[in-house]
């Protein structure tokens, strides 16, 4: 017997490939700041005040692209605080992001 809407995201397997993924990040006050990064990032739950700059930031891993969108984590240097930094689109981007960006002006008229 099959679920009710199980029918609704038919995907190929390049589009599973290019899915977003989720996000590693878990914030806990309760835990020290640790990094195992393809696993699990464990992050405060706010920034301190040394995160505003990007000087103590680090880029963990390779950027990942989903979609025309890049993005990587960055993980303060001081405090442990972890976040997933999308890098801003270009102009000569892919037709997703084109796509995206109209779809986007359509929604805000």
């Known amino acids: 017997m099959r679920r009710i809407g199980s029918n609704i995201r ?3 397997q390049e589009a599973k490939q290019n ?4 996000n590693i990040i878990r914030y806990n006050d309760g ?6 990064y393809p696993k ?3 992050s405060p739950s706010a920034p301190s005040a040394c995160c505003k700059d990007d000087e103590n930031k680090t880029t ?4 990942r ?16 605080h ?3 930094y999308f890098y ?5 981007t892919s037709e997703e992001v084109k796509t995206y960006r109209k779809w986007k002006s359509y929604m805000v008229q």
């Open 40 to 42: 699990r990032i464990v």
């Open 82 to 84: 972890a976040v997933r």
């Open 19 to 22: 899915r977003l993924s989720k």
């Open 31 to 36: 835990e020290k700041p640790k990094n195992d």
């Open 10 to 12: 038919k995907q190929n």
């Open 60 to 63: 963990v891993g390779t950027v």
């Open 88 to 92: 801003p689109a270009v102009e000569g």
């Open 65 to 80: 692209e989903v979609d025309g969108f890049k993005f990587a984590y960055r993980i303060c240097d001081t405090c442990g």
